[in-house]
């Protein structure tokens, strides 16, 4: 299968954190994102399987990316904001099937 022109990848921090993880995504590639607010909610079985205490208030971070640098953008904010990081986050990327602009 042939790779992805693009892929989104999305990374949840806690609060405080998205400018170190932007920061490193720009430094493997990535052109810029979008920072959001959002709420985390787990049940106690998920804070004890990842050995963590999950923290209400969190920035999620988009980044639209190119397929040939998804892997350097995940490894990159991994390395400043993983699991065993005070920023407690976790990344994942998706596949963009499409991507189309809008005029006005």
């Given amino acids: ?3 992805n022109m693009f892929e989104l990848v999305v990374c949840i921090v806690n609060t405080g954190f998205s400018q170190i993880v932007m920061e490193a995504a720009r430094n493997a590639g990535a052109k810029g994102g979008t920072i959001l607010r959002a709420r985390g909610m787990a049940n106690p ?6 050995n963590i ?9 988009i980044l639209l990316v190119p397929g040939s640098i998804k892997d350097a953008v995940l490894h990159a904010v991994y390395q400043v904001s993983g699991i065993g990081t005070e920023s ?5 990327s998706l596949p963009v099937s499409r991507t189309t602009t809008i005029k006005e």
């Fill in 1 to 3: 299968m042939a790779e």
């Fill in 53 to 61: 205490n999950i923290q209400t208030d969190k920035e999620m971070l």
């Fill in 88 to 92: 407690a986050g976790i990344a994942f």
């Fill in 45 to 50: 079985e998920a804070e004890e399987f990842f």
